[in-house]
Nanobody, 127 residues
Framework: QVQLVESGGGLVQAGGSLRLSCAAS????????MDWFRQAPGKEREFVAA????????AYADSVKGRFGISRDNAKNTVYLQMNSLKPEDTAVYYC????????????????????WGQGTQVTVSS
């Protein structure tokens, strides 16, 4: 298991930016794909962005494509989510997650493929 701690959430006006961080500890961070998910009030948790263990592959939900960027620094055991041009509909609790198994051949967005989750960080975008 890996322990994940998110930070960087907060209150921002529409059109603004935030950068979320997810610090990992407990196992070899660089061997595992990392994803960001979010859950808005009254809604199911949804996929936001993914990055492969090597950082060479990324994927995004259509709703954030072109506005959000995912990256990782394996030397710092940290994954980031840069969020630009934020909209009120981006308001949610954001979670980072690490896959159960290392060295995946393909990115996954399926929650059951993830074995470790952070506690979440709140992002609120005001109109």
């Amino acid at each position: 298991q890996v322990q994940l701690v998110e930070s960087g959430g907060g209150l921002v006006q529409a059109g603004g930016s935030l950068r979320l961080s997810c610090a990992a500890s407990g196992r070899t961070f660089g061997d595992y794909d990392m994803d960001w998910f979010r859950q808005a009030p009254g809604k199911e948790r949804e996929f936001v962005a993914a990055i492969s263990w090597s950082g060479s592959r990324t994927a995004y939900a259509d709703s954030v494509k072109g506005r959000f960027g995912i990256s990782r620094d394996n030397a710092k055991n940290t994954v980031y989510l840069q969020m630009n041009s934020l909209k009120p509909e981006d308001t949610a609790v954001y979670y980072c997650a690490a896959t159960k198994y290392p060295f995946r051949a393909a990115i996954t967005t399926t929650e059951s493929d993830f074995g470790s989750w952070g506690q979440g960080t709140q992002v609120t975008v005001s109109s």
